[in-house]
């Protein structure tokens, strides 16, 4: 079983950064691809990127592309989402996940790991 542990969040003035890490307990080098989910209070989870066991892949959600980078370091069962130029709608508490890397990021829910999520919020 795969534990995810969030760490970095906390709270930013809008146009500032953040970066997030996740570290996976087990190694995730050549086993999982790993994501970040973000949710706001009454909203739907979204998703915000992902990146592949290698890193020959990488997507992200219409709403952070070119504002946030996902990359990964396999040698430290460790993904990171460095944020910038972060908005107020960019508050929500975000998610890293791990699973099969998707056919398609459209209408994907994630992998079957999750971990606990923490807390961004950008104010105005």
Same mark, same amino acid.
Request: some cysteine; charged content about 15%.
């Given at each position: 079983q795969l534990q995810l542990v969030e760490a970095g969040g906390g709270m930013v003035q809008e146009g500032g950064s953040l970066r997030l890490s996740c570290v #996976? /307990? =087990? @190694? *995730? /080098? +050549?086993?999982?691809?790993?994501?970040?989910f973000r949710q706001a209070p009454g !909203?739907?989870?979204?998703?915000? =990127? %992902?990146? /592949?066991?290698s890193s020959s892949k990488i997507y992200y959600g219409d709403s952070? !592309? =070119?504002?946030?980078? *996902?990359s990964r370091d396999n040698a430290k069962s460790t993904v990171y989402l460095q944020m910038e130029n972060l908005k107020p709608d960019d508050? #929500?508490?975000?998610?890293?996940? #791990? +699973?099969? %890397? @998707?056919?398609?990021?459209? +209408?994907w829910k994630g992998g079957n790991f999750w971990g606990q999520g923490t807390q961004v919020t950008v104010s105005s």
């Open positions: #996976a /307990s =087990g @190694p *995730i /080098s +050549g086993t999982y691809t790993m994501a970040w !909203k739907e989870r979204e998703f915000v =990127g %992902l990146i /592949s066991r952070v !592309k =070119g504002r946030f980078t *996902i508050t #929500a508490v975000y998610y890293c996940n #791990a +699973g099969d %890397l @998707p056919h398609t990021v459209v +209408g």
